[in-house]
T-cell receptor, first 119, second 114 residues
């Protein structure tokens, strides 16, 4: 089945530094990837839609200059949290559209997530 | 504004019994609904989906029911197994397929006791 790999799975950084999270589709091409953020015991909140070869589309309230998204190839999207602060500590999850072999339907395949802790 | 709500943060059932997870939505533009299962420290995995043109979809032990007039859907798991213990997220899309933006509920922690 489709696999989405996310790296790193967890990262601790100092306040003011930048952190890059990678999202890769391992066995399929993804023109569109999505970045979500999840706080404890809350739902996954869509941050932005990452489009290969073009600018990301950000959801309302998400600072595009703080959360830089680059989708340079059909298998890789990156999220960079710039000048991270403790309130940016969260679980970040990416997903990509893949096609189920049995039904041919499109489904979102998620990465395992990246837990960011900003000290 | 939480457009997709799962009002029960947790549910506990005995092995072999039925688990019923509920989800309500407010956006009448939603026309495709999905359930995802999530284990700790892992990303959500797709479980089952339903289009708004249907009111029921079944896949093995999992059945999703959609009541459009009530803007309510539910996931039934029968018989429940200990391995089903996880957080279940309901999600909805307004563009007909899961290839577009999904709005998620808060999740329900299901615990199946042996």
């Amino acid at each position: 089945g489709a696999v989405v790999s996310q790296h790193p799975s967890w990262v601790i950084c100092k306040s003011g530094t930048s952190v890059k999270i990678e999202c890769r589709s391992l066995d399929f091409q993804a023109t569109t990837m999505f970045w979500y953020r999840q706080f404890p015991k809350q739902s996954l909140m869509l941050m932005a839609t990452s489009n290969e070869g073009s600018k990301a589309t950000y959801e309302q309230g998400v600072e595009k200059d703080k959360f830089l998204i680059n989708h340079a190839s059909l298998t890789l999207s990156t999220l960079t949290v710039t000048s991270a602060h403790p309130e940016d500590s969260s679980f970040y999850i990416c997903s990509a559209v893949s096609r189920r072999r049995a039904s041919g339907a499109n489904v979102l395949t998620f990465g395992a997530g990246s837990r960011l802790t900003v000290l | 504004d939480q457009q997709v709500k799962q009002n029960s943060p947790s549910l506990s059932v005995q092995e072999g019994r039925i688990s019923i997870l509920n989800c309500d939505y407010t956006n009448s533009m939603f026309d495709y609904f999905l359930w995802y299962k999530k284990y700790p420290a892992e990303g959500p995995t797709f479980l089952i989906s339903i289009s708004s043109i249907k009111d029921k979809n079944e896949d093995g032990r999992f059945t999703v029911f959609l009541n459009k007039s009530a803007k309510h859907l539910s996931l039934h798991i029968v018989p429940s197994q200990p391995g089903d213990s996880a957080v279940y997220f309901c999600a909805a899309s307004a563009h007909g397929t899961s290839g577009s933006r999904l709005t998620f509920g808060e999740g329900t922690q299901l615990t199946v006791n042996p």
